[in-house]
Protein backbone atom coordinates (compact mmCIF):
# COMPACT_ATOMS: atom_id res chain seq x y z
CA UNK A 1 0.00 0.00 0.00
CA UNK A 2 2.87 2.56 0.77
CA UNK A 3 4.69 1.80 -2.44
CA UNK A 4 1.57 2.56 -4.25
CA UNK A 5 0.88 5.34 -2.36
CA UNK A 6 4.31 7.07 -2.79
CA UNK A 7 3.99 6.13 -6.43
CA UNK A 8 0.52 8.00 -7.16
CA UNK A 9 2.01 10.60 -4.87
CA UNK A 10 4.72 11.40 -7.14
CA UNK A 11 2.38 11.30 -10.26
CA UNK A 12 0.12 14.29 -8.53
CA UNK A 13 3.36 16.38 -8.06
CA UNK A 14 4.43 15.90 -11.20
CA UNK A 15 0.88 16.89 -13.02
CA UNK A 16 -1.61 19.45 -10.98
CA UNK A 17 -5.07 18.91 -10.56
CA UNK A 18 -8.27 18.70 -8.75
CA UNK A 19 -8.63 14.93 -7.30
CA UNK A 20 -8.98 13.14 -3.77
CA UNK A 21 -9.64 9.35 -2.66
CA UNK A 22 -10.85 8.32 0.67
CA UNK A 23 -10.20 5.34 2.67
CA UNK A 24 -11.11 4.08 6.24
CA UNK A 25 -10.91 0.97 8.05
CA UNK A 26 -11.62 -0.80 11.17
CA UNK A 27 -14.24 0.61 13.23
CA UNK A 28 -14.75 -2.42 15.49
CA UNK A 29 -11.33 -1.38 17.30
CA UNK A 30 -13.16 1.40 18.60
CA UNK A 31 -15.34 -0.29 20.95
CA UNK A 32 -13.56 0.14 24.10
CA UNK A 33 -12.24 3.47 23.39
CA UNK A 34 -13.00 6.52 25.81
CA UNK A 35 -11.26 9.45 24.85
CA UNK A 36 -8.86 10.63 22.97
CA UNK A 37 -5.26 12.57 22.94
CA UNK A 38 -4.46 14.30 19.28
CA UNK A 39 -0.52 14.29 18.28
CA UNK A 40 0.43 15.81 15.18
CA UNK A 41 3.19 15.28 13.35
CA UNK A 42 5.51 18.05 12.35
CA UNK A 43 4.40 19.68 9.13
CA UNK A 44 6.77 20.68 6.43
CA UNK A 45 8.72 24.09 6.71
CA UNK A 46 7.31 25.15 3.04
CA UNK A 47 3.99 25.00 3.71
CA UNK A 48 4.04 26.35 7.46
CA UNK A 49 5.44 29.57 5.39
CA UNK A 50 2.31 29.39 3.63
CA UNK A 51 0.05 29.82 6.50
CA UNK A 52 -0.51 25.18 7.79
CA UNK A 53 0.34 24.89 11.22
CA UNK A 54 0.65 21.75 13.55
CA UNK A 55 -1.21 24.36 16.19
CA UNK A 56 -3.64 25.02 13.71
CA UNK A 57 -4.30 21.21 12.74
CA UNK A 58 -4.95 20.19 16.52
CA UNK A 59 -7.00 23.01 17.51
CA UNK A 60 -9.07 22.39 14.64
CA UNK A 61 -9.50 18.75 15.41
CA UNK A 62 -9.58 18.56 19.12
CA UNK A 63 -12.65 21.44 18.71
CA UNK A 64 -14.37 18.73 16.30
CA UNK A 65 -13.96 16.02 18.49
CA UNK A 66 -14.70 18.25 21.62
CA UNK A 67 -18.22 19.30 19.82
CA UNK A 68 -18.99 15.68 19.57
CA UNK A 69 -18.59 15.15 22.93
CA UNK A 70 -15.43 12.69 22.79
CA UNK A 71 -13.07 12.99 25.49
CA UNK A 72 -10.08 15.05 25.31
CA UNK A 73 -6.85 13.24 26.96
CA UNK A 74 -3.16 15.75 27.23
CA UNK A 75 -0.71 14.03 24.38
CA UNK A 76 1.05 12.58 27.72
CA UNK A 77 -1.92 11.09 29.73
CA UNK A 78 -3.92 8.98 27.31
CA UNK A 79 -2.46 5.94 27.86
CA UNK A 80 -2.96 6.11 31.64
CA UNK A 81 -6.58 6.02 31.33
CA UNK A 82 -8.53 2.76 30.51
CA UNK A 83 -9.63 2.83 26.94
CA UNK A 84 -7.30 6.02 26.10
CA UNK A 85 -5.85 6.18 22.75
CA UNK A 86 -4.85 8.77 20.39
CA UNK A 87 -5.50 10.29 16.91
CA UNK A 88 -1.87 10.82 14.79
CA UNK A 89 -2.48 13.40 12.48
CA UNK A 90 0.24 13.35 9.78
CA UNK A 91 -0.19 15.73 6.40
CA UNK A 92 2.59 15.31 4.27
CA UNK A 93 2.84 18.09 1.42
CA UNK A 94 4.80 18.08 -1.99
CA UNK A 95 4.77 21.71 -3.80
CA UNK A 96 3.93 21.45 -8.25
CA UNK A 97 6.81 22.69 -9.91
CA UNK A 98 4.69 25.28 -10.57
CA UNK A 99 4.77 26.55 -7.12
CA UNK A 100 1.40 27.57 -7.25
CA UNK A 101 -0.37 24.43 -5.59
CA UNK A 102 0.25 21.40 -3.39
CA UNK A 103 -0.05 17.84 -3.39
CA UNK A 104 -1.09 16.66 -0.21
CA UNK A 105 -1.86 14.04 2.01
CA UNK A 106 -3.84 13.64 4.89
CA UNK A 107 -3.47 10.44 7.10
CA UNK A 108 -5.65 9.85 10.27
CA UNK A 109 -4.34 6.96 12.49
CA UNK A 110 -6.06 6.02 15.54
CA UNK A 111 -3.09 4.15 17.61
CA UNK A 112 -4.36 2.12 20.92
CA UNK A 113 -2.86 0.18 23.51
CA UNK A 114 -2.40 -3.62 22.48
CA UNK A 115 -0.82 -6.79 23.54
CA UNK A 116 0.92 -9.32 21.41
CA UNK A 117 0.65 -12.76 23.04
CA UNK A 118 3.69 -14.06 22.21
CA UNK A 119 3.95 -18.25 22.94
CA UNK A 120 7.84 -18.54 21.80
CA UNK A 121 9.05 -15.46 23.82
CA UNK A 122 7.30 -17.13 26.78
CA UNK A 123 5.93 -13.30 27.53
CA UNK A 124 3.32 -10.72 26.42
CA UNK A 125 4.01 -7.77 24.50
CA UNK A 126 2.32 -4.50 25.29
CA UNK A 127 2.52 -2.09 22.97
CA UNK A 128 0.46 0.60 20.31
CA UNK A 129 -0.72 0.13 17.61
CA UNK A 130 -2.84 1.81 14.69
CA UNK A 131 -5.98 0.41 14.70
CA UNK A 132 -7.96 2.86 12.61
CA UNK A 133 -7.16 4.78 9.67
CA UNK A 134 -8.32 7.32 7.08
CA UNK A 135 -6.76 9.48 4.48
CA UNK A 136 -6.95 11.13 1.83
CA UNK A 137 -5.02 12.57 -1.17
CA UNK A 138 -5.51 15.86 -2.98
CA UNK A 139 -4.55 18.85 -4.64
CA UNK A 140 -5.13 22.18 -2.39
CA UNK A 141 -3.37 25.79 -4.14
CA UNK A 142 -0.85 27.71 -2.21
CA UNK A 143 -3.52 30.74 -1.17
CA UNK A 144 -5.94 27.80 0.20
CA UNK A 145 -3.59 25.34 1.85
CA UNK A 146 -5.47 26.62 5.13
CA UNK A 147 -9.42 26.16 4.28
CA UNK A 148 -8.39 23.37 1.84
CA UNK A 149 -6.41 20.73 4.38
CA UNK A 150 -8.93 22.00 6.65
CA UNK A 151 -11.97 20.78 4.74
CA UNK A 152 -10.15 17.72 4.33
CA UNK A 153 -9.16 16.82 7.24
CA UNK A 154 -12.90 17.49 8.71
CA UNK A 155 -14.46 14.84 6.88
CA UNK A 156 -11.56 12.34 8.22
CA UNK A 157 -11.79 13.49 11.60
CA UNK A 158 -16.01 13.34 10.91
CA UNK A 159 -15.14 9.84 9.57
CA UNK A 160 -13.79 9.46 12.70
CA UNK A 161 -16.87 10.05 14.92
CA UNK A 162 -19.14 8.31 12.85
CA UNK A 163 -17.27 4.94 13.53
CA UNK A 164 -16.78 6.13 16.83
CA UNK A 165 -20.81 6.84 17.73
CA UNK A 166 -22.11 3.98 15.42
CA UNK A 167 -19.88 1.20 17.87
CA UNK A 168 -20.19 3.01 21.14
CA UNK A 169 -23.79 3.55 20.56
CA UNK A 170 -24.73 0.97 17.71
CA UNK A 171 -26.28 3.63 15.18
CA UNK A 172 -26.83 1.94 12.38
CA UNK A 173 -25.03 4.21 9.20
CA UNK A 174 -26.87 5.65 6.64
CA UNK A 175 -25.82 4.05 3.26
CA UNK A 176 -26.52 7.32 1.78
Given at each position: ?????L???????????????????????????????V?V??I??T??????????????T??M??????????????????????????????K?????????F??V?????????????????????S??????L???S??????????????L????????????????????
Open positions: MKTSLLFLILVISTPTDFSFVYADDKESLTDVTGVAIEESPVRKDGLKEKYIKEFEDLNRANIILYKEDKWFQKFGGAFLLIKIITGFKTGDSYAVIDDLHQTVVLFGTKLGKNITTTATWSAGVLSCVEDIKPCVAKSLGGVQLFINDYEEVKYKIPVDPN
